[in-house]
């Protein structure tokens, strides 16, 4: 874990930061749809949750497209 930590710090800082935005937008709308804070919290965490790791999933594909023999050698 530690190893994929290290060669994917870049991408998962990218993600985080990614994610913290993500929540934020998605609790003042939710708030602003249902007007219910714990109701606006829950969904603001599910949806960008999925979308986090959906996210990292994309990047990975893209540069795997980008890239195939770096993708390639990074797999060895």
Do not use: C, N
């Amino acid at each position: 874990m530690a190893r994929f930590i290290r060669r994917h710090r870049r991408m998962l800082q990218k993600t985080g930061t990614y994610y913290v935005m993500h929540v934020t937008v998605a609790a003042a709308v939710a708030y602003a749809v249902t007007g219910d804070l714990l109701m606006a919290f829950t969904l603001s965490l599910l949806e960008p949750t999925v979308q986090a790791v959906a996210f990292f999933v994309h990047e990975k594909l893209w540069a795997r497209a980008a890239s195939p023999e770096a993708a390639l050698a990074a797999a060895a």
